[in-house]
């Protein structure tokens, strides 16, 4: 079983960038989907964006101006590039695996974005 670990977070003021990352325990690879969502506060948990294993991507329509996501199958590392952060985009991001028997979540890192 997959564990994985998400890094990156931090406070910072609209307009502005962070690169969050999601380390895995093991070898992704063989892991068809990899998804980062997020919760802001007093809001249900939202997908972001997700990566296939051979690179294909989906990005939601409310960031896909301003966020990427990328993959690294070698390193079991998955990225999520922001830029242009905005207030709204405050919440915790979760990286999940999309796994035989359901999602595999990680603890999440929190993104606080300042006006």
């Known amino acids: 079983q997959v564990q994985l670990e998400e890094s990156g977070g931090g406070s910072v003021q609209a307009g502005g960038s962070l690169t969050l990352t999601c380390a895995a325990s093991?070898?992704?690879?063989?892991?068809?989907?990899i998804a980062w969502y997020r919760q802001g506060p007093g809001r249900q948990r939202e997908l972001v964006a997700q990566?296939?294993?051979?690179?294909?991507?989906m990005i939601e329509d409310f960031v896909r101006d301003r966020f990427a996501i990328t993959r690294d199958n070698t390193k079991g590392l998955v990225h999520l590039q922001m830029n242009g952060l905005k207030p709204e985009d405050t919440g915790v991001y979760y990286c999940a695996a999309d796994l035989e028997d359901g999602l595999e979540w990680g603890l999440g890192t929190q993104v606080t974005v300042s006006s």
């Open positions: 093991g070898s992704i690879e063989s892991i068809p989907v």
């Open positions: 990566i296939a294993s051979g690179g294909l991507t």
